[in-house]
């Protein structure tokens, strides 16, 4: 779809580049969360395995899930964030190919 002004699509790509951003940072966020809850399923895990906590049925339960769930949320934003991150790249080389096309005049003599 090329059209005769690259302005516009520059101006396309910058707002998918921000978005790819926002969501790189949404997955950071999320992983952090993930590694949380890892730690914590295997630490309450642990304690109980070690008899520090009575071993309740309960217990064991939300430990394994935290565990588990922990480990899958980070996997799967991990793969998130590395798909945006490409998209990202792609998209920034798009963007930067068309600025270089631009014929940019430079101005001279203008005081600041």
Excluded: H, Y
């Amino acid at each position: 779809m090329p059209d005769d002004d690259p302005r516009d699509e520059i101006a396309r790509l910058e707002e998918q580049i921000e978005a790819l951003a926002d969501t790189i940072e949404g997955c950071r966020k999320l992983m952090l969360i993930a590694k949380v809850a890892t730690a914590a399923g295997a630490i309450a895990l642990l304690a109980t395995l070690l008899g520090a906590i009575r071993a309740d049925p309960m217990v064991l339960t939300a430990s394994v899930a935290a565990l588990l769930g922990g480990i899958v949320l980070f996997g799967s934003n991990m793969a998130t964030s590395k798909q945006a991150a490409a998209r990202m790249k792609e998209a920034d080389a798009r963007r930067t190919e068309l600025i270089d096309r631009l014929e940019l005049q430079v101005v001279d003599g203008v005081e600041r």
